[in-house]
Protein backbone atom coordinates (compact mmCIF):
# COMPACT_ATOMS: atom_id res chain seq x y z
CA UNK A 1 0.00 0.00 0.00
CA UNK A 2 1.30 3.32 -0.82
CA UNK A 3 1.35 6.40 1.40
CA UNK A 4 -1.30 8.08 -1.17
CA UNK A 5 -3.77 5.29 -0.32
CA UNK A 6 -2.83 5.52 3.76
CA UNK A 7 -4.06 7.41 6.25
CA UNK A 8 -2.83 8.82 10.02
CA UNK A 9 -5.61 6.80 11.30
CA UNK A 10 -3.62 3.41 10.08
CA UNK A 11 -0.65 4.03 12.36
CA UNK A 12 -0.33 1.74 14.94
CA UNK A 13 0.53 3.78 18.38
CA UNK A 14 4.31 2.31 17.97
CA UNK A 15 4.39 3.43 14.33
CA UNK A 16 3.48 6.72 15.72
CA UNK A 17 6.73 7.10 18.07
CA UNK A 18 9.18 5.71 15.23
CA UNK A 19 8.16 7.64 12.72
CA UNK A 20 8.08 10.73 14.85
CA UNK A 21 11.47 9.48 16.28
CA UNK A 22 12.95 9.36 12.53
CA UNK A 23 12.12 12.87 11.90
CA UNK A 24 15.14 14.04 14.63
CA UNK A 25 16.91 12.18 12.21
CA UNK A 26 18.56 8.97 11.39
CA UNK A 27 18.67 5.85 14.15
CA UNK A 28 18.89 2.16 15.34
CA UNK A 29 15.98 0.16 16.57
CA UNK A 30 18.03 0.75 19.90
CA UNK A 31 18.61 4.36 19.49
CA UNK A 32 14.82 4.60 19.02
CA UNK A 33 13.88 2.74 22.24
CA UNK A 34 16.67 4.78 24.08
CA UNK A 35 15.16 8.14 22.56
CA UNK A 36 11.69 6.76 23.64
CA UNK A 37 13.12 6.00 27.08
CA UNK A 38 14.20 9.34 28.22
CA UNK A 39 11.47 11.09 26.32
CA UNK A 40 8.10 10.10 25.17
CA UNK A 41 8.00 7.26 27.63
CA UNK A 42 6.53 9.19 30.46
CA UNK A 43 3.15 8.87 28.20
CA UNK A 44 4.02 7.09 25.45
CA UNK A 45 5.87 3.70 25.75
CA UNK A 46 7.10 1.69 23.17
CA UNK A 47 9.53 -1.80 23.74
CA UNK A 48 11.76 -3.13 21.49
CA UNK A 49 9.08 -6.12 20.50
CA UNK A 50 7.07 -3.18 19.15
CA UNK A 51 9.89 -0.30 17.82
CA UNK A 52 11.72 -3.30 15.29
CA UNK A 53 8.42 -4.84 13.93
CA UNK A 54 7.49 -1.65 12.63
CA UNK A 55 10.69 -1.06 11.50
CA UNK A 56 10.57 -3.86 9.14
CA UNK A 57 6.89 -2.88 8.48
CA UNK A 58 7.33 0.50 7.44
CA UNK A 59 10.93 -0.29 5.26
CA UNK A 60 8.69 -3.29 3.16
CA UNK A 61 6.05 -0.65 2.79
CA UNK A 62 8.59 1.94 1.63
CA UNK A 63 8.04 4.51 4.35
CA UNK A 64 11.90 4.12 5.97
CA UNK A 65 15.25 2.97 4.37
CA UNK A 66 17.63 1.22 6.43
CA UNK A 67 21.26 0.11 5.65
CA UNK A 68 24.43 -1.43 6.96
CA UNK A 69 26.65 0.96 9.67
CA UNK A 70 28.65 -0.96 11.56
CA UNK A 71 30.45 0.00 14.86
CA UNK A 72 33.13 -2.17 15.23
CA UNK A 73 32.45 -5.80 15.40
CA UNK A 74 28.96 -4.98 15.71
CA UNK A 75 26.31 -4.98 13.23
CA UNK A 76 24.20 -1.88 13.23
CA UNK A 77 20.88 -1.14 10.78
CA UNK A 78 20.24 2.97 10.78
CA UNK A 79 16.50 3.73 9.71
CA UNK A 80 15.22 7.01 7.85
CA UNK A 81 12.62 8.31 6.86
CA UNK A 82 11.44 8.01 3.55
CA UNK A 83 9.48 11.01 1.34
CA UNK A 84 6.66 8.48 1.99
CA UNK A 85 7.39 7.87 5.21
CA UNK A 86 7.66 11.97 6.12
CA UNK A 87 4.04 12.60 3.67
CA UNK A 88 2.60 10.04 6.28
CA UNK A 89 3.92 11.45 9.77
CA UNK A 90 2.96 15.17 8.54
CA UNK A 91 -0.38 13.73 7.53
CA UNK A 92 -0.28 12.43 10.88
CA UNK A 93 0.71 15.41 12.99
CA UNK A 94 -1.23 17.68 11.13
CA UNK A 95 -4.63 15.43 11.23
CA UNK A 96 -7.90 16.77 12.97
CA UNK A 97 -8.56 13.74 14.21
CA UNK A 98 -9.45 13.27 17.89
CA UNK A 99 -6.59 12.41 19.23
CA UNK A 100 -6.63 8.76 21.34
CA UNK A 101 -6.38 9.39 25.01
CA UNK A 102 -5.79 5.78 26.78
CA UNK A 103 -4.50 5.89 30.76
CA UNK A 104 -2.47 2.89 31.54
CA UNK A 105 -2.55 3.23 35.31
CA UNK A 106 -2.03 -0.02 37.71
CA UNK A 107 -2.15 1.93 40.94
CA UNK A 108 -5.78 3.40 39.13
CA UNK A 109 -6.75 -0.41 38.22
CA UNK A 110 -6.23 -1.59 42.06
CA UNK A 111 -8.04 1.05 43.71
CA UNK A 112 -11.05 0.36 41.08
CA UNK A 113 -10.73 -2.87 42.54
CA UNK A 114 -10.07 -2.59 46.02
CA UNK A 115 -13.38 -3.38 47.10
CA UNK A 116 -12.78 -6.93 45.88
CA UNK A 117 -9.62 -7.12 48.18
CA UNK A 118 -8.21 -6.77 51.52
CA UNK A 119 -5.89 -4.00 51.01
CA UNK A 120 -6.72 -0.66 52.38
CA UNK A 121 -8.00 1.92 49.80
CA UNK A 122 -5.41 4.41 51.93
CA UNK A 123 -2.38 2.19 51.18
CA UNK A 124 -3.10 1.98 46.96
CA UNK A 125 -3.88 5.76 46.95
CA UNK A 126 -0.67 6.47 49.30
CA UNK A 127 1.50 4.12 46.65
CA UNK A 128 -0.09 6.25 43.85
CA UNK A 129 1.26 9.46 45.33
CA UNK A 130 4.58 8.33 45.97
CA UNK A 131 4.89 7.16 42.18
CA UNK A 132 3.62 10.40 41.20
CA UNK A 133 6.34 11.93 43.15
CA UNK A 134 9.02 9.95 41.60
CA UNK A 135 7.55 11.01 38.18
CA UNK A 136 7.45 14.70 39.34
CA UNK A 137 10.84 14.42 40.47
CA UNK A 138 12.52 12.64 37.79
CA UNK A 139 10.45 15.48 35.48
CA UNK A 140 11.41 18.60 37.21
CA UNK A 141 15.07 17.40 37.00
CA UNK A 142 14.86 17.60 32.84
CA UNK A 143 12.86 20.83 33.10
CA UNK A 144 15.95 23.23 33.46
CA UNK A 145 17.34 21.85 30.49
CA UNK A 146 14.56 21.51 28.54
CA UNK A 147 13.57 25.06 29.64
CA UNK A 148 16.07 26.35 27.44
CA UNK A 149 13.61 25.64 24.40
CA UNK A 150 10.00 26.83 26.12
CA UNK A 151 8.11 26.61 23.00
CA UNK A 152 9.49 23.24 21.58
CA UNK A 153 6.94 20.47 22.02
CA UNK A 154 9.06 18.18 24.27
CA UNK A 155 9.25 21.43 26.68
CA UNK A 156 5.55 22.00 26.13
CA UNK A 157 4.72 17.98 26.74
CA UNK A 158 7.33 18.03 29.64
CA UNK A 159 5.10 21.43 31.38
CA UNK A 160 1.80 19.32 30.62
CA UNK A 161 3.68 16.00 32.70
CA UNK A 162 4.11 18.01 35.45
CA UNK A 163 1.18 19.84 35.89
CA UNK A 164 -0.45 16.39 35.35
CA UNK A 165 2.21 14.42 38.18
CA UNK A 166 0.93 17.20 40.52
CA UNK A 167 -2.94 17.10 39.97
CA UNK A 168 -2.44 13.44 41.47
CA UNK A 169 -0.22 14.16 43.73
CA UNK A 170 -2.73 16.99 45.07
CA UNK A 171 -5.57 14.42 44.59
CA UNK A 172 -3.84 11.94 46.44
CA UNK A 173 -3.50 14.18 49.14
CA UNK A 174 -6.54 14.83 49.53
CA UNK A 175 -8.08 11.06 49.28
CA UNK A 176 -5.78 10.55 51.93
CA UNK A 177 -6.72 12.69 54.37
CA UNK A 178 -10.71 12.23 53.11
CA UNK A 179 -9.63 8.33 53.83
CA UNK A 180 -7.96 8.69 57.06
CA UNK A 181 -10.94 10.80 58.37
CA UNK A 182 -13.19 7.86 57.62
CA UNK A 183 -11.06 5.15 58.76
CA UNK A 184 -10.13 6.98 61.84
Known amino acids: MTVEHRTSSEL ?22 QFVDKSTRHFWAASYGQIYPELRRFTVQGLVRSRSEPSGRRARTVFELTEDGERLLTSWLESTEAPLIE ?16 AAKLDHVRAIRAGHERKLEALLAVEPQARQAPDSGPYLTLSLGLRFNQCIVDWCLATERRLAGEEG
Open 12 to 33: SATGKVVLGMLAFGKHTGYEIK
Open 103 to 118: LRHEGMLKLFFSDAGT
